[in-house]
């Protein structure tokens, strides 16, 4: 089965910075790649995906990149701010079945003022 | 609109006892999936199910199961309780496109603690 590793678990940065979370997989049918927001003790939310036909995906500070070759893809938060605080999600599964997707183990990202 | 509403929102139980979580998907969406949220780690996909037909299992023992209803809620039943079984149970419900699943969106969760 699929198998997604989520690095670093945890990323301290100051307000203003930039932020890099990276994921690796497994499965190379995987071809749906979100990422997910999950305030504490809150559900988690959506904030971007991509799929794998593109390479890369913005919108506005947010960030994702793909390299299917690699089976590698990241987030890039740029220009932080302290409400990005939260526990990022990264996971994958195929487009066709998103209901069934294999998440991270995500990464606590804790933006200083 | 609603979003997925899940319930109960917390509950405890002893080991060996059995519990049952409903989800209500948004209007509209016909696929359901759960998941288990331990502490520190990320969702486990536990079960999908789309026009009341079981689209995928996890690797979970048979002590779970789970079901659709007509109105495409769903409940997911655990036996025999362990220790281990505490955790968030989050139910996700999509809108399936031509046979795509699209964005997941989650409940708030159900946060079981077995003793």
């Known amino acids: 089965g699929e198998n997604v590793e989520q690095h670093p678990s945890t990323l301290s940065v100051q307000e203003g910075d930039s932020a890099v979370i990276k994921c690796t997989y497994s499965d190379s049918a995987s071809n749906y790649f979100p990422w997910y927001k999950q305030e504490l003790g809150k559900r988690p939310q959506l904030i971007i995906d991509?799929?794998?036909?593109?390479g890369e995906k913005k919108d506005q500070r947010i960030a994702v990149t793909l390299n299917k070759t690699a089976k590698h893809f990241s987030l890039h938060i740029t220009e932080t701010q302290p409400e990005d605080s939260a526990v990022y999600f990264c996971a994958a599964s195929r487009y066709t079945n998103a209901g069934k997707s294999t998440f991270g183990d995500g990464t606590t990202l804790t933006v200083k003022p | 609109d609603a979003g997925v509403t899940q319930s109960p929102t917390h509950l405890i139980k002893t080991r060996g006892q059995q519990v049952t979580l409903r989800c209500s998907p948004i209007?509209?969406?016909?696929?359901v999936s759960w998941y288990q949220q331990v502490l520190g780690q990320g969702p486990q996909f536990i079960f999908q199910?789309?026009?009341?037909?079981?689209?995928g299992r996890g690797n979970f023992p048979d002590r779970f199961s789970a079901r659709q209803f007509p109105n495409y809620s769903s409940e997911l039943n655990v036996n025999a309780l362990l220790l281990g079984d505490s955790a968030l149970y989050l139910c996700?419900?999509?809108?399936?496109?031509?046979?795509?699943?699209?964005?997941?969106?989650f409940g708030e969760g159900s946060r079981l603690t077995v003793l």
């Open positions: 199910y789309y026009e009341k037909e079981e689209r």
């Open positions: 996700a419900s999509s809108l399936v496109d031509r046979g795509n699943t699209g964005e997941l969106f």
């Open positions: 209007s509209g969406h016909k696929s």
């Open positions: 991509i799929r794998s036909n593109v």
